[in-house]
């Protein structure tokens, strides 16, 4: 079992930046892929980037390339996502998903989500 703890989210001024944050706890060394997706207000969950715990893999939603950073720090069982030069349709609620499995843009690859955190970009 792998439990993910997300924080980070808030209310910033497009522009701005934000870090979001995701804890795995429990048996985390069957996890292969860190992912993270997004969900805005009456919209489909959405892949936005994905990263293998050694770091040598990195994907993005296009929408986000440029902006956005996912990164881990494998000794504290954390994965980041940076979020930069951020705009209102990033607005969402961010979830942490882990796949034990090798890197997937689907959702339903996932093997356990984070409770999510709101991201408000306001223009």
């Known amino acids: 079992q792998v439990q993910l703890v997300e924080s980070g989210g808030g209310l910033v001024q497009a522009g701005g930046s934000l870090r979001l944050s995701c804890v795995a706890s429990?048996?985390?060394?069957?996890?292969?892929?860190m992912g993270w997706f997004r969900q805005a207000p009456g919209k489909e969950r959405e892949f936005v980037a994905a990263i293998n715990w050694s770091g040598y893999s990195r994907y993005y939603r296009d929408s986000v390339k440029g902006r956005f950073t996912i990164s881990t720090d494998n000794a504290k069982n954390t994965v980041y996502l940076q979020m930069n030069s951020l705009k209102p349709e990033d607005t969402a609620v961010y979830y942490c998903a882990a796949d034990r499995a090798r890197y997937s843009s689907n959702q339903g690859a996932y093997d356990y989500w984070g409770q999510g955190t709101q991201v408000t970009v306001s223009s």
């Open positions: 429990g048996r985390t060394f069957s996890i292969d892929t």
